[in-house]
């Protein structure tokens, strides 16, 4: 399994702006990008064209979508398909990412529907938990993550290909507040998603688990460094090339 390091730009950028950076990420990475690592990046939708056209013919860097409707098509004023997504050169998608769960009100039901959909459509998805600081503050780390994976992947097939489903832990109180999670509330909670998917999927043992939440240049290898972290998404700190090529390369 390749540790993937995925930039989420969230609604970030321009299209001079993405081009630029997407061009300098990989001038300042190919070369020495290791075998075993992919890079990832998730821009706005007006980007996708745009940042495809520089990173697509270079292997071992990706392109995906931050969100999806979960239709192949039809009248969806507004929202954008899997197939849509692929069609401009996306292989991955976000699903259940905090933001989406906290601030547009996706519900456990929808979140289950988007997982369906992309994956029957072709996509890899990125499924996104986390607890909030009040839920941890209450002890309910545990009943959180294993109800958001229960809840959010009851469609998934038990013999799902292990490169089809990554699983992003990202702490709500550790997004965009450069509060990073301790190294054991990350091995805690990575060990505890390991488990489940060991479980509830065949190949649950070589799915990869991510973490996010204000990964920086001067944390990133030691977080790539814990067990079960099979890689990094990134908000703030992907956002410029400088910042980003390090946690590539860290
Ligand atoms: P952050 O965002 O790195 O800015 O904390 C992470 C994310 O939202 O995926």
Known sequence: MK???????????????????????????????????????????????????????????????????????????????????LDLGCSYALVGHSERRHILGEKSDFLASKVKAGLEAGLKIIFCIGETLEERKAGKIKEVLTSQLEEGLKEVEKNLAPELLTIA???????????????????????????????????????????GGSVKPDNAAKILSLDNVNGVLVGGASLKAESFNQIILA
Not at 9 to 17: A, G, L, N, S
């Open 3 to 85: 540790t993937l390091i995925a930039a989420n730009w969230k609604m970030f950028k321009t299209w001079e702006e993405g081009v630029i950076t997407a061009r300098e990420i990989l001038v300042g990475t190919h070369k020495d990008l290791p075998e075993d690592r992919e890079v990832l990046i998730i821009p706005p939708f007006t980007l996708l064209k745009g940042v495809g056209e520089i990173l697509l013919s270079q292997k071992n860097y990706s392109l995906g979508g931050q969100n999806f409707y979960p239709a192949k098509e039809g009248a969806f004023t507004g929202e954008i398909s899997p197939v849509q997504l």
């Open 169 to 211: 832990y990202e702490p709500v109180w550790a997004i965009g507040t450069g509060e990073v999670a301790g190294e054991e509330d990350i091995l805690e909670a990575h060990a505890l998603i390991r488990d489940w998917l060991k479980n509830r999927f065949a190949s649950g043992d070589k799915m990869r688990i991510l973490y």
